[in-house]
């Protein structure tokens, strides 16, 4: 068993790594080309232009780094949910259109403004707010319009529509604001043929129509998600909203589109030693050994987004072995049972906890699977005090060629 050596040639060059994260040991490995493949894999299955969604930190692979390199692999648009997120990227330098679209009443519409965000609106009252912001700065606000198309989530209501439409009317006649574009989001883009993903496309293009013969039709309309977005190019309109494509996630279980994962998550072994039979492991020693054995700790654990709920159900890979996690996942650390030769496992050596899968280690939709949850939820809980490292690993063979996104390290973007 050897530990990489992380001046080894064949190993990814690392472009980035946040400057102290709290515990060096458990590392993020995100592959930017698998981003920028994903990105490149999106636009050819839709067709459309890309509006790359790097809300929750970019899914937990750290927001500013994913962008740019998805910016750099051929999106034309970033997409967060709140305020804040869209306006740490503009911090930290991303000048590309950034659509925020989850509001409450303490938001700053005004910063958003003028930082140039445009602000999705759900309802006459956050118009009505975007104006008043607007007016105040003395400016034109660039707004989408979120139609609630069935979702019933955010979104303009259908009851509220023909007054929000008037006062949108109004808006625009009156110069303060511009409609860039016009979205919904889908309740089943997972299930590609499902009838109500065309009825949501034809509901957002009545609303559109209206909004033509009010004089305030937008530029563009979007509303596929990942899974809409590679399977229903039809629904695509002028761009497109993926998200945990991007990341080389799971969209549609089951279903094959050729993306990456981008992020490793790995920990290093911190502790080998010998455990009789007979003894339990972990709290309430759920876990006894049946034999003498060699057990491994590594520092990872469920305040680092590993679910307590997988306790005993995980495998982890050293080298090209699998080893199971035994015992309860505490909060800080894990045990893993590497039998009674002890596996060739040192102290030092790397355990991935899950990765790309390419060579058949675990995934986070494994951990999903094991928990009965999406890989949305396990990657974007990973965190805490994981070190994020930024890697390009040569992935993008068919994807186009990107020049190297990040020269100096970016301290400070993490939050
Ligand atoms: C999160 C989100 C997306 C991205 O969804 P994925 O399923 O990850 O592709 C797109 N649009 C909106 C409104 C979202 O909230």
């Known amino acids: 068993m050897t530990t990489p050596d992380p001046d080894d040639p064949a190993l990814p060059t690392p ?16 592959d930017l080309d698998a981003i920028a493949h994903n990105v490149s894999v999106v636009r050819a299955a839709s ?10 930190d970019g899914y937990g692979h750290g927001a500013v780094p994913v962008a740019r390199a998805a910016l750099e692999a051929g999106a034309t648009e970033l997409g967060v949910a709140v305020i804040g997120e ?20 303490d938001d700053d519409f005004g910063g958003a403004i003028a930082a140039g965000v445009d602000l999705a609106v759900s309802s006459r009252r956050q ?16 707004i989408s319009v979120k139609v609630d198309t069935g979702l019933n989530r955010s979104g303009v209501a259908a009851d509220e529509w023909s007054d929000f439409a008037a006062d949108l009317a109004a808006a625009v006649a009156e110069e ?5 574009a016009m979205m919904c989001h889908l309740a089943r883009g997972d299930e590609p043929e499902h009838p109500l993903n065309s009825e949501q496309a034809r509901r957002l293009d009545t609303a559109r129509a209206d909004l033509v013969r009010r004089g305030a039709g937008p530029e563009v309309m979007h509303l596929a998600n990942s899974p809409a977005a590679l399977t229903r190019p039809d629904l695509a309109r002028d761009l497109v909203r993926p998200g945990i494509a991007i990341y080389g996630g799971v969209p549609i279980p089951g279903r094959d589109f050729g993306l990456i994962p981008a992020m490793t998550l790995s920990g290093e072994v911190a502790l080998v030693k010998r455990l009789p039979a007979g003894q339990g492991v972990s ?15 590594v520092p990872a654990g469920y305040a680092d987004g590993v679910p307590r ?5 995980l495998r982890v890979r050293i080298g090209d072995r699998d080893f199971p996690q035994i015992g309860r996942i505490c909060m800080d650390q894990i045990v893993i049972d590497l039998g009674a030769d002890g596996g060739g496992v040192r102290e030092g050596d ?21 928990v009965g949850t999406i890989d949305y939820e396990i990657l974007s809980r990973i965190g805490g005090r994981t070190a994020r490292t930024y890697v390009r690993s040569g992935h993008t063979a068919d994807a186009p060629q990107v020049p190297d996104p990040v020269g100096e390290p970016q301290v400070g973007e993490r939050r």
């Open 86 to 105: 869209a306006l740490a990227l503009r911090a930290a330098g991303l000048d590309a259109p950034i659509t925020a679209w989850l509001h409450t009443n």
């Open 47 to 56: 067709g459309a232009d890309v509006i790359a969604v790097v809300k929750a």
């Open 127 to 142: 118009l009505g707010r975007v104006l008043d912001a607007a007016r105040a700065l003395g400016t034109t606000a660039t």
């Open 176 to 180: 303060a604001v511009t409609v860039r």
């Open 309 to 313: 709920t997988a306790s005993g159900r």
């Open 15 to 30: 472009v980035q790594t946040d400057p102290v994260p709290t515990n060096p040991a458990l590392t993020a490995t995100v």
């Open 350 to 370: 790397r355990a991935e906890l899950f990765g790309t899968g390419l060579t058949g280690g675990p995934t986070a939709q494994e951990w999903a699977e094991t």
């Open 283 to 297: 709290y309430s020693h759920t876990w006894v050994s049946e034999r003498d054995t060699m057990i491994a700790v």
